[in-house]
C-alpha cells in the first residue's frame, strides 16, 4: 500500500521551485550553517550575509506570516483577473515572500488600510494553470490566519 503521496511525473508542478508540494505544502529557504542567516533564493551558492561556501541547508519555513506591506492591483496583463491584492509577507525566520492575498475585500481593505498592516496571514495553495504536458501547476498565496 502507498503510504504517502509521492511527487511523480505526472503530479502537479509548483509555479516556483522553493514552493514544495505534497501532504504539507510550504516554501523553503536555505539557512547558512555558519551564521544562521535564512535566505528564500534557492539557487544561492554563498551566505550574502557571511560569505561562507557550502553551508546553506534546506529548511522548512512556517506557513504563517505577517503582511509587511499590501498593494491593490486594479491593471494588469490581459487575462488576468482585477482587482487583486499582492503583499509581502514576513516570516518568522525573518524572510520576506511576495504573493497575492486572497478572502480579502479589497474596497474594506482600502478604506481601512491598518486592517491590512501586520495582518497575520497563513499559506495556502492552489492550482492556476496546465503545462503544455498536461501537468497541473501549483501556485501559493496567502489568506487571513483563522
Ligand atoms: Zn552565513
Known amino acids: 500500500m502507498a503510504e504517502q503521496a509521492q511527487a511523480t511525473d505526472s503530479g ?3 509555479i516556483v521551485p522553493f514552493l514544495k508540494l ?3 505544502p510550504h516554501l523553503e529557504g536555505q539557512k547558512c550553517s555558519t551564521c544562521g542567516a535564512i535566505f528564500l533564493d534557492p539557487k544561492r551558492v554563498a551566505c550574502s550575509k557571511c560569505g561562507s561556501t557550502g553551508t546553506l541547508k534546506p529548511i522548512a519555513l512556517s506557513n504563517k506570516g505577517k503582511v509587511y506591506v499590501f498593494s491593490v492591483v486594479h491593471q494588469s496583463f490581459p487575462g488576468i483577473k482585477t482587482p487583486y491584492i499582492t503583499v509581502i509577507v514576513d516570516l518568522p525566520e525573518g524572510v520576506s515572500v511576495r504573493s497575492n492575498l486572497i478572502d480579502v475585500n479589497h474596497e474594506e481593505l482600502q478604506k481601512d488600510p ?6 497575520p496571514v497563513e499559506l495556502v495553495t492552489s492550482v492556476v494553470a496546465k503545462d503544455r504536458e498536461g501537468h497541473e501547476v501549483v501556485a501559493f498565496q496567502y489568506r487571513p490566519s483563522k
Open 22 to 24: 505534497g501532504s504539507n
Open 12 to 14: 502537479p508542478r509548483p
Open 114 to 119: 491598518k486592517k491590512g498592516f501586520d495582518m
